[in-house]
């Protein structure tokens, strides 16, 4: 992804489940890091995909993605490159979100990332 991206490249990525995304972020951030720039994230999802090994009901890595890639959860994950947030919480928009584990839930409400949940999608709009 790095390699591709610094070579002004479109990287394409094909995954089987959501945590293929931790390193797809992981070597973009590394690659506008490299410019000394920042990344976006917007992550649409009807979960919040920001469990940790800790919080996670399941103990599967895909409801784990975005807290990874926000800096939160195991370092083997966070720390990929050697250095963590991959991308700053406030740079996160969290779109659709309907379905949070009750421990998954402080982690995004701490994080700082922004949520929109379905109902504010619904009674607001996608547009606002």
């Keep these: 992804m790095d390699k591709a991206a610094t070579e002004g490249k479109v990287p394409i990525v094909l995954g089987g489940?959501?945590?293929?995304a931790i390193g797809t972020v992981s070597g973009l951030s590394r690659c506008f890091r490299k410019k000394k720039k920042q990344v976006g994230?917007?992550?649409?999802?009807?979960?919040?995909?920001m469990n940790t090994?800790?919080?996670?009901?399941s103990g599967n890595v895909h409801g784990m993605p975005l807290a990874c890639c926000v800096g939160i959860g195991p370092k083997e994950?966070?720390?990929?490159?050697?250095?963590?947030?991959k991308v700053a919480p406030r740079n996160v928009a969290l779109v659709g979100v309907r379905d949070v584990d009750q421990l998954e839930a402080p982690h995004v409400r701490n994080s700082r990332v922004r949520a929109f949940t379905m109902r504010h999608i619904d009674e607001r709009g996608l547009r606002a």
């Design 53 to 57: 090994p800790d919080s996670s009901p």
């Design 41 to 49: 994230l917007i992550w649409i999802d009807a979960h919040a995909d």
């Design 77 to 85: 994950l966070t720390h990929l490159f050697g250095y963590s947030p």
């Design 17 to 20: 489940d959501h945590s293929v």
